[in-house]
């Protein structure tokens, strides 16, 4: 059923109990010539069949266990009891870890809990607060141990390789803190470490030190790890509803077996695949219409640009293909970045992801109402206005010719979030199919990381000291002091 707000109008369209998906503004009947002809459409069917077809068949044979997660019952039992037994003593949570390790963390603290979560009375909050340390900035690290009593912190260091040099720096920092200020013994009531159940020098200092311990399950790679310990212990722990969450994930994976042109997964993946082949748009904006949903876009950014950023095809032939994924938040960035989007270079598609309803809202008063540039606003709410401006941006990008669709989700809850992180997986895998890439790896990420290794001084690593240096010699006449 439609809902009215205040004004009279509907701003509800046919909304799934999870996520609905609005595509008109792709299309030539919005667009005309830029937008995509029911041929186009009918080629990305074929193609779409074709992917999901190679997905099964892989999911089939284990190769992409990320989609199991959202079943498994065993996992979110164990975060849920670890969080209960915590609850007790602990003020504050650190999540130590990088990329896919926390991103996805952040993004559902940060849409399921108050936005002043941290900043709460424990009383009113009722349980830690959660920092995720994901930067090694040593002023904003700095800030966060200086903020800790460490005998009543608990640090969650996820890392799957146990090699990230970020991560890894951190843990030592707050290794020896736990040490000095608890003693060796207490280190283990303090610690979570989340790695790989075989290899990497975390799980061996598991084993030496008999550390509490969680998995990063084989074959998932991070930033496909939302749903596994990676994102759900930490979640567990600031009392995010991880069974909600999982029911979320696993519908949209359930849904994942729809026909194509009722699958969003799919449709995702399909129709910015053709923007991108088709049409030669190479940027996709997301933009969120609610705060909540801002750093589910950041998630996606990783998700996106590093599954599909490659150099090479499948077959070893160039690729160099992708669709670079930018984050904008509305209404913030009308104000900032639209008048680009809206007459700059067309070589974007615009996603816009909206709720329905706000979880709480705020009534503007009828005041001024003398005044014509005032008085329309008395009356209504900060939701509808903002909704309202959603509509209206996807409306004025489409009359400029400038593509764009939406995700709208009844309101921000643990089942919504779920639903979409899964279906933005599921899509970021087919479209790895789409444009014959592998999404699963990063390889363009090691060579920048080679370079920290020789300048840091590890072993093994010199010759990279030497070609750095090497290089910044030869470029020196053009910096400017
Ligand atoms: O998605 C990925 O695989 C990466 O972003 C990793 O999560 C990130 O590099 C951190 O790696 P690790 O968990 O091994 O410390």
């Known amino acids: 059923m439609a809902e009215k707000g205040s004004t009279g109008i509907s701003t509800r ?33 074929k193609a779409l069949a074709a992917a999901y077809k190679d997905f099964e068949a892989k999911r089939r044979q284990g190769l992409l266990p990320f989609t199991e997660l959202p079943s498994n019952s065993e996992i979110p039992k164990k975060c849920r009891k670890l969080a209960d037994l915590l609850r007790k003593n602990i003020e504050t949570v650190v999540v130590l870890g990088i990329g896919g390790s926390a991103l996805g963390a952040n993004a559902v603290f940060n849409a399921l809990r108050p936005i002043n979560h941290n900043a709460l009375p424990p009383a009113k909050r009722q349980w830690p607060r959660l920092f995720i340390a994901d930067n090694i900035d040593p002023e904003g690290f700095g800030v966060i141990l200086d903020s800790l009593d460490p005998s009543k912190t608990f640090f969650n260091v996820i ?41 990497g020098v975390l799980r061996k200092l598991v084993e030496a030190n008999d550390y509490q311990s969680m998995e990063v399950p084989p074959g998932v790679g991070g930033r496909f790890t939302i749903f596994s310990a990676v994102g759900l212990a930490p979640l567990a722990m600031v009392g995010v509803s991880v069974y909600e969450l999982l029911a979320g994930a696993k519908k949209a994976q359930q849904d994942f077996a729809s026909p194509v042109l009722s699958n969003k997964a799919l449709l995702f993946a399909g129709l910015n695949w053709l923007q991108t082949t088709v049409k030669g748009l190479e940027t996709l904006v997301l933009m969120p219409y609610a705060e909540a949903l801002s750093k589910v876009a950041e998630w996606f950014l990783q998700l996106w640009n590093e599954s599909l950023g490659k150099a090479l095809h499948l077959d070893g032939s160039p690729a160099g293909t992708g669709q670079t994924a930018i984050k904008a938040v509305g209404v913030t960035d009308q104000h900032s970045q639209l008048q680009m989007y809206m007459e700059g270079p067309l070589n974007k598609t615009v996603c816009f992801l909206g709720v329905e309803k706000f979880r709480s809202d705020v009534s503007i008063p009828k005041v001024f109402t003398e005044h014509d540039e005032l008085s329309y606003l008395g009356g209504k709410t900060l939701g509808e206005l903002l909704t309202f401006e959603r509509l209206g941006t996807a409306r004025a990008l489409a009359e400029n010719q400038r593509p764009n669709f939406t995700l709208t989700i009844p309101k921000v809850s643990a089942g919504a ?9 599921l899509a970021t895998v087919i479209s790895g199919t789409l444009y014959g890439v592998n999404p699963l790896d990063q390889p363009g990420v090691e060579l920048s990381k080679k370079f920290t290794y020789g300048l840091m001084g590890r072993n093994g690593f010199s010759d990279m000291a030497d070609r750095y240096h090497k290089g910044l010699s030869k470029k020196n006449k053009y910096v400017v002091k």
């Open 13 to 45: 369209s046919q909304i799934s109990d999870y996520m609905t998906m609005d595509y008109n503004n792709l299309t030539a009947e919005a667009l005309g010539g830029q937008g995509l002809s029911s041929g186009d459409l009918a080629e990305m069917k």
């Open 159 to 199: 890392s799957k390789s146990g090699a990230t040099a970020e991560t890894m720096s951190q843990f030592m920092v707050i290794h020896d803190m736990l040490q000095r200020s608890l003693g060796r013994t207490a280190i283990k009531d303090h610690l979570l470490i989340t790695t790989d159940p075989q290899g």
């Open 417 to 425: 979030v779920g639903y979409i992180l899964q279906t933005l997986m």
